[in-house]
């Protein structure tokens, strides 16, 4: 392939979140903020002996190891979207890192959840003065990652259109008109299909401890208060079942993408009914998200007509997400 063939192919493959870039550097710093915590607690826990302070900053090694992933997927889908390998382009490496996440989060909550269970058999003794105030900077912390996670979720990707029309006496056409219309509709839908798994990800790591702290908050100042210890483990039981429900929907989603499953939100359905409200008939479809913001679709229409291929083309131009469409048109 020559040097104007590649540019072609990575202009054509290129399905990365419009926010991707943004995305990319909001998550280097998060994992500056959390690693620099997380060095204060091993280092302030070592010198002044306190290993609740040593143990939440381990913890925070663990966090920072899951926003790692996600940071080094947005660098990687980045540095290669153009590399012919890639059929279909580099979109999805974030939903596979956000699979690969939400694995590790479910093993996170299946430990929370074991460890909670076990103190209510077994209590230890709990030193308030340490854990909560720990447990209030982890919260800080958490919050303001959030923070700057969060205003990346308000992104959306814009596709563009490439489109690869197959006539039965093998006419080949390509669209690469750009379509930046949003269908008010379907805002639903365009949600669906803009969203970036790879910071959602990210962002359920964060909510998830900041879930945690503020159980522990609430457990450990009950605890002291009115001297219900069940509280403590009770707190953190609660907690692991939010943060497993969490990682459960998001390994769902996820892996829906992966498998190239039919996006939600009624897309197909529509698709259908767009070629179909003439006359014509759509004997296949296939359609599947290609990135955040992009979906690919395979269109086969049988029909009585000789239509031209841009009487279909312009039927779909109303689905701006559509960012690569195969059309083959069979005459009845």
Known sequence: MDQASRIEHARAHDFLGSGHAENERRT????????AMMVAEIIGGTVFGSIALVADGLHMSTHAGAL??????????????GDPRFSFGTGKFGDLAGFSSAMVLGMI????????????????????SEAIPIACLGLAVNLASAWLLGAGEHGHGHGHGHAHDDHHEHEHDHDHEHDHDHDHHHDHAHHLVGRDNNMRAALVHVMADAAVSVMVI??????????????????????????????????RDTGAILLDMTPAGGVAERMRAAIE?????LADLHV????????????????????????????????????HVTIEVELR
């Open 28 to 35: 280097w710093a998060v994992i500056v903020l959390c690693s």
């Open 68 to 81: 790692l992933l996600a940071a080094l997927a947005y660098r990687f889908a980045r540095r290669h979207a």
């Open 109 to 128: 909550a299946l430990l929370i959840g074991y460890e909670a269970v076990r103190r209510f058999f077994a209590p230890v003794p709990i030193h308030f």
């Open 218 to 251: 609430v457990g450990l100042l009950l605890a002291r208060w009115f001297g219900l210890m069940w509280m403590d483990p009770l707190a953190g039981l609660v907690g692991a079942i939010v943060i497993a429900s969490w990682a459960v929907t998001l390994i």
């Open 277 to 281: 409200q003439d006359g014509d008939e």
């Open 288 to 323: 599947w998200r290609l990135g955040p913001g992009h979906l690919g679709a395979i269109v086969c229409v049988r029909t009585g007509h000789a239509r031209a291929l841009d009487y279909y083309r312009a039927k779909l131009s109303r689905f701006p997400a559509l960012s």
